[in-house]
């Protein structure tokens, strides 16, 4: 009989088995085909990134090993304490927590893409270090989609104003928007606020803005994976249904 959702997220065994998070990513890859599916898209338009916050060397090894290609940290501190036990050849890399600007320095340069700049104080930081360190920075810009004030990312009444100005800084590339809903139960409420977020994508991509590339539409967690995809996600982040549950 088929696990249970619950089960995945609950009934594992022991951390050193690495067999379950082999089977959630099997399972994950055709909850992504099936999603696809519904709405007339394709599969390879969207990206799975494991988020490997608290989850162990083997467990990330593991899913690693069998295709995932996309990683993402919350901590710059974890990251760098634990990648030297990750096989990252060929894996891409991604800061997606809240960044205060004193750890920008040790960052820039280190992952593939930081998610998460939402003022424009961030952005001159990561500009600043991405210049001293002589690499461009990949970013994206994470929006407040939810209004909710506990949440980081820019309103989206004040996107636009900021992309203007984070696009004028050199050592960044914009490549998209980035966002957490809110917790949810209802899935056309969530899916209403993704859709808002994709017309958020395309009105800004039809607008050509300086050095801002809408290429990726980072929406969509554990809980909502699905529905980002059926409203135009290109990348979603997804840790305990692939990793288990987290334990601080
Ligand atoms: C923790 C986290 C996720 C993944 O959350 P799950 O609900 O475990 O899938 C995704 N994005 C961000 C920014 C996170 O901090």
Request: some cysteine; overall charge negative.
């Amino acid at each position: 009989m088929e696990k249970s959702f619950d089960e995945h997220l609950h009934g594992h065994p022991a951390l050193s088995d690495t067999d379950f998070v082999a089977d959630n990513y099997r399972r994950i890859l055709d909850d992504i085909n099936n999603a696809c599916l519904t709405v007339g898209r394709k599969a390879d338009e969207v990206t799975l990134l494991g988020v490997t916050k608290t989850v162990d060397a083997p467990r990330i090894n593991r899913v690693i090993q069998e295709g995932l290609t996309h990683i993402g940290e919350n901590r710059v501190q974890e990251f760098l304490g634990k990648r030297s036990f990750l096989h990252l050849d060929g894996v891409n890399t991604h800061l997606i927590g809240p960044l205060q600007t004193n750890k920008v320095p040790k960052i820039v340069g280190e992952v593939d893409m930081i998610e998460s700049i939402d003022s424009i104080r961030l952005a001159q930081a990561v500009a600043a270090a991405a210049q001293r360190a002589g690499v461009t920075m990949d970013v994206l810009v994470e929006v407040n989609i939810g209004g909710e004030a506990s949440k980081s990312g820019v309103s989206p009444d004040m996107l636009e104003d900021l992309l203007w100005q984070i696009g004028l800084l050199p050592g960044l590339h914009i490549k998209g928007l980035m966002t957490i809903l809110p917790i949810l139960d209802d899935d056309r409420e969530k899916r209403r606020f993704f859709s808002q977020m994709y017309k958020l994508f395309i009105d800004i991509k039809s607008k050509s803005i300086d050095n801002i590339n809408m290429s990726v539409l980072s929406m969509g967690m554990s809980a909502d994976y699905v529905q980002a995809i059926q409203e135009g996600a290109t990348l979603i982040r997804v840790g305990s249904a692939l990793f288990g549950k987290r334990t601080y």
